[in-house]
């Protein structure tokens, strides 16, 4: 036979030979698609989850079949031109939340006495008429009502017994609290657009709104926030664009503390007085220097809401060897803030009204070009990086109202650059690499630009039959600045006694970022892990973090100075232990599948070097308790007022038989606890989760405040409890050095209520008389889900769970639950003075994937 060489001939006889194939394919008939789902890899594999099913090669291969668009023939060889169709996959997720919360635990608190205090050599009940703040009044058990008119509570005026009607007096519970609620939904949607040859474009949506009605009365917090982003994949390229969107509301604002007041108010409400009679008329405050918190909450105008948008675009190229990457953010921000108190408060009688409106600009852009000189998956590879970012910030800061006015203005550029080397090897049991480089960093609010910072990692990884030894050292040195954004407004509460605290309105910002030396830090990290069989795993991290010219805002001559306080250090071991018990064999699939891992922490953060004028500085907290700034001390030292010692440091006695105060202040306390054991267990059978986490804090010292004031006003139970001691007889020496043989009356009602035990000390007491143990035990959460999954290839899943969050404590510390702090602020950790409690949460949640 001769060969065929005429192409007309060659096509003309192939295309005879195709034509029932092509006939059946273009028509897709039902015998068609069963040879090509027949003929199809991905057929045989597994289902996966719905993220990677989407993508899998069962559903491309079933959209191509054979189609076969044109036949060429070049030089003797035939060449088939294919269909590749568009195939769009789709995906996303439902979630809505639901739960109550309930107030944790609050100081306890005496309801034996009455408002009042000792007259005349007797105790006395005296109303809010007469401007009483105390509750150092008779028991309650001995008054009565008199059925009169009284303007302070529907029965009338308390009276002896015997002297009334005969209706015997009651206690009232002034608690704010009620049951929050709170509810949230999300939405996310995301496909795919890819032919046989790749990806063409994708995209990606999500939506989610909060709602919460919190545990304070007339509080009320909304959020919204929308995301959408998409990109395309041109030949080498990926660009991309993405927006989002956050707002929300918020019906009491706390970053001047009110919250803080109207809680106070409620503890110091004597147990024979009711907040809830007649307040829609008038503050009808218990006693001098007390708000009704009823009336502070109701219609008080107090609001804020906040905006934030942030757009991008970045494209990303990948040529060879060669990858490069650049990318723009712009973002804008803007926050408002009302605090207003009405006319008629004691804090500010003629009312008060601080408008707060902060508008953040910012820009950034950020490229990178990555260079692979030998490529990652041979036996050395090796890499170059080089990055660069620029942002540009602005921060607007206005205030208006009847407080003092002001406008603050700052704008920063930053410019931070780096370039890194990336060397590792691979062997058969044996793996590592390096990566060094070094990193510049400079900004026009600089005094002068950082100097160059290097930075090294080494890593190595041995993996011999059964278990896998993993070890790694870090060194890093960095420099940062204070966040032109972050408002440092609190640092003015130094300038405030605690128990004055309530008149501080986070009105003054610092003036200026300007001429500042930038933050230094030189961290080192090192880590060896120990992977036994893929089940048990070992990890010991070991860090140093040494800090050079720390920053805080001080106030200075009634303003904000930004001070350089000095360099100071952090110790730390972390030790995690984990084991996972997930079977593989088939049959053992069916049991139970159990993770836990417990970590261990203990750290010491101590002041190494305090820069002139700042040894010993207070940085956090109130002027006669404070967090200091102390060379050679630890940097969550407290200081604060504390018991007169001698030499040997016994205490020294004063001549009426009480404990004297000494001069001034000095360090009393550290916040820093001993060390943090967290334990998170999880069990899996079949379609059921359960998880807990458990959390154990060791040591740490809190000063509480709230309980000290409490005291002074006879609210606190031990108050009510020792109020009626006698012939007590304080330990230590007399101001001659004799031991102390004197007797005292805790509350002697034959002397002024100013001389007895708690009130002789003013409304903070001896800050050091509060300072207690801040230990705990938590069982922060719990959690049981149940797993639907529906149609064979698990292309929808339904996950319903139930949480319950902070459900068991127990705390060395009387006062609130531990985990919130005061002002919001990190700087104020071991400083309790009318800290909201923290909430106990029950709720459940859907979750619908498709």
């Known amino acids: ?132 703040p105390f509750s150092y009044g008779p028991a309650i058990s001995t008054l009565e009502f008199n059925g009169l008119p009284y303007p302070y509570d529907g029965n009338g005026r308390l009276v002896p017994k015997g002297t009334g009607n005969g209706m015997p007096a009651r ?162 921000g803007d926050d408002t803030n009302a605090a207003i108190w009405k006319a008629g408060s004691v804090v500010f009688p003629g009312g008060q009204s601080l408008y707060r409106n902060q508008r953040d600009r910012s820009w950034q852009f950020r490229s990178e070009a990555h260079f692979e000189a030998i490529a990652s998956y041979q036996t050395v590879g090796l890499q170059f990086r080089l990055n660069y970012t ?123 970022f300007d001429g500042q030396s930038a933050i230094r830090k030189s961290e080192w990290i090192g880590k060896l892990t120990v992977n036994i069989e893929h089940k048990l795993r070992l990890g010991v991290t070991l860090l140093q973090l040494q800090t050079k010219g720390d920053v805080a805002a001080i106030p200075l001559n009634g303003a904000l100075a930004l001070r350089t306080l000095g360099n100071h250090t952090r110790e730390g071991l972390d030790i995690e232990i984990s084991y996972n018990h997930n079977p593989y064999d088939y049959w053992e699939k069916r049991k139970p599948v159990t993770y836990h891992t417990l970590t261990f922490s203990t750290w010491q953060h101590l002041v190494t070097k305090a820069y002139p004028g700042s040894n010993e500085l207070p940085v956090a907290g109130f002027r006669d308790v404070y967090k200091i700034f102390a060379e050679g001390y630890a940097i969550d030292a407290i200081a604060g007022s504390y018991r007169l010692r001698d030499g040997a440091g016994r205490m020294v006695i004063g001549e009426d038989g009480f404990p004297l105060r000494g001069p001034g202040t000095r360090i009393i306390a550290n916040a820093k606890p001993d060390f943090v054991f967290t334990l998170n267990n999880g069990v899996k059978y079949r379609n059921i989760r359960l998880e807990t986490v458990l959390e154990w804090q060791k040591g740490g010292d809190v000063w509480n405040g709230t309980v000290a004031t409490l005291d002074y006003y ?69 959690a049981i889900s149940y797993d639907w999954i529906f149609i064979q290839y698990k292309l929808c899943k339904v996950t319903f769970s139930l949480f319950a969050e902070n459900i068991f404590l127990w705390q060395a510390y009387s006062g609130s639950a531990p985990g919130l702090e005061l002002y919001d602020q990190s700087r104020f950790s071991g400083l309790d003075y009318f800290r909201l409690p923290s909430n106990r949460q029950y709720g459940g949640s859907l979750h619908l994937q498709f």
């Open 714 to 782: 006879g609210r606190s139970a031990q108050s009510g409890e020792m109020r009626e001691v006698t012939d007590y007889v304080f330990p230590g020496v007399t101001l001659s050095g004799h031991p102390n043989k004197q007797a005292v009356r805790f509350y002697d009602p034959q002397q002024p209520v100013e001389d007895n035990r708690w009130v002789r000390y003013g409304p903070g007491g001896v800050a050091e008389n509060y300072i207690e143990d801040n230990s705990f035990l938590n069982l922060r959460k719990a």
């Open 390 to 512: 620029f942002n540009d910030d602005k921060t607007r800061i206005a205030y208006q109202g009847n407080a003092p006015a002001g406008l603050y203005e700052y704008q920063r550029s930053t410019h931070q650059a780096a370039a890194t080397t990336h060397l590792q090897f691979k062997g058969y049991e044996l793996n590592g690499g390096l990566d060094a480089g070094v990193e510049m960093y400079g900004s026009n609010t600089l005094a002068k630009r950082a100097p160059l910072l290097p930075f090294f990692k080494g890593f190595v990884k041995w993996d011999p039959d059964g278990v896998v030894f993993e070890a790694s050292l870090s060194h890093r040195r960095s420099a940062a600045e204070k966040n032109i954004s972050e408002s440092l407004a609190a640092g003015g509460l130094l300038a405030y006694e605690s128990y004055n605290s309530a008149a501080f309105t986070a009105g003054t910002e610092v003036p200026a």
């Open 171 to 332: 206690t009232y519970d002034n608690g704010i609290f009620r049951t929050g609620t709170a509810i949230g939904h999300r939405l996310t949607a995301d496909g795919l657009l890819q032919t046989a040859r790749g990806r063409i474009a994708s995209f990606s949506l999500e939506a989610e709104q909060e709602a919460e009605a919190l545990v304070i009365p007339q509080n009320s917090n909304h959020h919204n926030r929308f995301m959408a982003a998409a990109s395309v994949y041109p030949r080498f390229w990926t660009l991309g664009a993405g927006f989002m969107y956050s707002g929300g509301r918020q019906s009491n604002p706390n970053r001047h503390g009110f919250l803080q007041h109207v809680y106070r108010q409620s503890l110091l409400s004597p147990p024979t007085f009711d907040l809830r009679h007649g307040i829609t008329a008038t503050n009808n405050a218990p006693g001098t220097g007390m708000d009704n918190p009823w009336f502070l909450l109701a219609d008080n105008g107090q609001y804020a809401w906040y905006h934030n948008k942030s757009a991008n675009v970045m494209a990303q190229g990948k040529m060879g060897k060669f990858t490069v990457e650049a990318d723009q953010i712009y973002s804008s």
């Open 1 to 132: 036979m001769q060969p065929i060489t005429n192409s007309l001939t060659m096509r003309a006889l192939y295309i005879l030979m195709l034509f029932p194939v092509l006939a059946t394919a273009q028509d897709k008939t039902p015998a068609y698609l069963r040879l090509i789902r027949q003929d199809t890899v991905g057929a045989q594999q597994p289902a996966g989850d719905p993220s990677n099913l989407r993508f899998s090669p069962y559903r491309l291969k079933l959209k191509q079949g054979s189609e076969i668009r044109r036949i060429q023939v070049v030089d003797s060889t035939i060449h088939f031109d294919r269909f590749h169709p568009y195939t769009l996959s789709l995906g996303g997720s439902y979630l809505i939340t639901a739960g109550i919360r309930r107030a944790g635990r609050q100081p306890a608190l005496q309801t034996k006495y009455a408002q009042g205090s000792a007259s005349g050599g007797s105790l006395r009940w005296q109303g809010a008429e007469t401007g009483e």
